[in-house]
């Protein structure tokens, strides 16, 4: 089992920046074979990929809506995945999600929630006009 806990999630203005982060902890796993991403969901809206960084020589894959702007990085030392989120806009209110995959392989950065088997609680963002 892996537990993911997010942090830093907040009120900004647009064109404002936040640096989530996600820390992850079990009894007995690997978090440098982890495929890890982020996710968000807005009011009614189905959960979207973000961001995803694969387990081996961290190959990363954006979402079109967020490339150039946000920013997806792992520290295997510390077992966390960060999400940097530079130039925010109203759209990307939303509550975002840390997963992990621990079926992909050493290359992969999945981009479809059902790839991801361990999910954290979620971290609400909210960007103002």
């Known amino acids: 089992q892996v537990q993911l806990v997010e942090s830093g999630g907040g009120l900004v203005q647009a064109g404002g920046s936040l640096r989530l982060s996600c820390a992850a902890s079990?009894?007995?796993?690997?978090?440098?074979?982890?495929?890890m991403g982020w996710f968000r969901q807005a009011p009614g809206q189905e959960r979207d990929f973000v961001a995803a960084?694969?387990?081996?020589?961290?190959?990363?894959l954006h979402a079109d809506s967020v490339k150039g702007r946000f920013t997806i990085s792992r520290d295997n030392a510390k077992n966390t995945v960060t999400l940097q989120m530079d130039n925010l806009k109203p759209e990307d209110t939303a509550v975002y999600y840390c997963?992990?995959?621990?079926?992909?392989?050493?290359?992969?950065?999945?981009?479809?929630?059902?790839?991801?088997?361990?999910w954290g609680q979620g971290t609400q963002v909210t960007v103002s006009s």
């Open positions: 997963a992990a995959d621990n079926t992909a392989g050493p290359w992969k950065t999945p981009h479809h929630r059902d790839l991801y088997e361990f």
């Open positions: 079990g009894r007995t796993f690997s978090f440098n074979k982890l495929a």
């Open positions: 960084i694969s387990w081996s020589d961290d190959n990363t």
